[in-house]
């Protein structure tokens, strides 16, 4: 572990010891790459470099002034492999997927495959949820589990939940127009009870050229945490197998006439 200086901002990351292939783990928002290193880390690890960091204002890298948005924080992710030196697989869950899709429209060649776990990649796309706010019954708990962390102090708790909220129902902004450009190969997975409609992730894997669906069976937005060894074993699955996958019917990925 060690606390590195990203777009100016001095970040915690987790810097792969071992060389070649490498997964960088982009964690979801209001949360921090702890719940993603024990989650899911352990197992990838058996066969990638696993490389993680918290993003501004998340887990132990403190925050700024400004706001928040899916472009910055993409901007981080970017100087972050490139101060790797090397490509990596990305896999992000929630905030962490709406930002790995922006990294791989920008920086195409940064990257080897992609998964994105829980995303959506328009703020439209969510279920309605219920509002959570300063006064909800679960902001005291989040905001002292937020203090154990952060440099900031607990003080910061409902600055990073106000930015968040404005971010979220806002961003992102992509459409169908904007996925057909994406030229790495991407694995969707998500709950079958997840936070995006089914409806909204169905339209980004049919959007994305030569993608991959996983929609695991009873599971929520926690799907990495309820179904931790299936979905581990689908993300390396995805990550090792040769692409693209030679079915026995094929019919969305049969190859053009010529």
């Given at each position: 572990m060690a606390t590195i200086e990203l777009l100016g901002n001095p970040t915690?990351?987790?810097?792969?010891?071992?060389?070649?292939?490498?997964?960088?783990?982009?964690?979801?928002?209001?949360?921090?790459?702890?719940?993603?290193?024990?989650?899911?880390?352990?197992?990838?690890?058996?066969?990638?470099?696993v490389a993680a960091f918290d993003r501004r204002g998340h887990g132990r890298t403190g925050d700024t002034d400004a706001e928040f948005h899916y472009d910055d924080m993409a901007n981080e992710v970017i100087a972050f492999i490139e101060m790797l030196g090397r490509r990596v697989h990305l896999v992000g869950h929630?905030?962490?997927?709406?930002?790995?899709?922006?990294?791989?429209m920008h920086r195409p060649d940064l990257?080897?495959?992609?998964?994105?776990?829980?995303?959506?990649f328009h703020h439209d796309g969510l279920m309605p949820l219920d509002?959570?706010?300063?006064?909800?019954?679960?902001?005291?708990?989040?905001?002292?589990?937020?203090?154990?962390?952060?440099?900031?102090?607990?003080?910061?708790?409902?600055?990073?939940?106000?930015?968040?909220?404005?971010m979220t129902t806002n961003e992102p902004n992509l459409t169908t127009k904007d996925?057909?450009?994406?030229?790495?190969?991407v694995l969707v997975m998500a709950g079958d009870d997840d936070v995006a409609t089914l409806t909204h992730t169905t339209s980004?894997?049919?959007?994305?050229?030569?993608?991959q669906l996983a929609i695991v069976p009873g599971t929520s937005?926690?799907?990495?945490?309820?179904?931790?060894?299936?979905?581990?074993?689908?993300?390396?699955?995805?990550?090792?197998?040769?692409?693209?996958e030679k079915t026995y019917m094929p019919v969305r990925r049969r190859k053009p006439v010529e």
């Amino acid at each position: 572990m060690a606390t590195i200086e990203l777009l100016g901002n001095p970040t915690w990351a987790k810097i792969p010891k071992r060389k070649g292939a490498t997964v960088l783990l982009l964690h979801g928002g209001m949360s921090s790459s702890a719940s993603m290193l024990r989650s899911i880390g352990p197992e990838l690890a058996k066969s990638f470099g696993v490389a993680a960091f918290d993003r501004r204002g998340h887990g132990r890298t403190g925050d700024t002034d400004a706001e928040f948005h899916y472009d910055d924080m993409a901007n981080e992710v970017i100087a972050f492999i490139e101060m790797l030196g090397r490509r990596v697989h990305l896999v992000g869950h929630s905030d962490g997927g709406n930002i790995a899709l922006v990294v791989a429209m920008h920086r195409p060649d940064l990257l080897k495959r992609v998964v994105v776990i829980g995303a959506n990649f328009h703020h439209d796309g969510l279920m309605p949820l219920d509002i959570f706010d300063a006064e909800s019954a679960g902001f005291a708990e989040w905001a002292q589990k937020y203090a154990r962390a952060s440099p900031d102090g607990i003080e910061h708790a409902r600055v990073i939940l106000e930015k968040t909220m404005k971010m979220t129902t806002n961003e992102p902004n992509l459409t169908t127009k904007d996925l057909a450009g994406v030229t790495r190969r991407v694995l969707v997975m998500a709950g079958d009870d997840d936070v995006a409609t089914l409806t909204h992730t169905t339209s980004m894997y049919e959007a994305i050229p030569d993608a991959q669906l996983a929609i695991v069976p009873g599971t929520s937005h926690a799907l990495l945490k309820e179904r931790t060894k299936l979905c581990a074993r689908l993300i390396k699955h995805f990550l090792t197998t040769e692409l693209p996958e030679k079915t026995y019917m094929p019919v969305r990925r049969r190859k053009p006439v010529e």
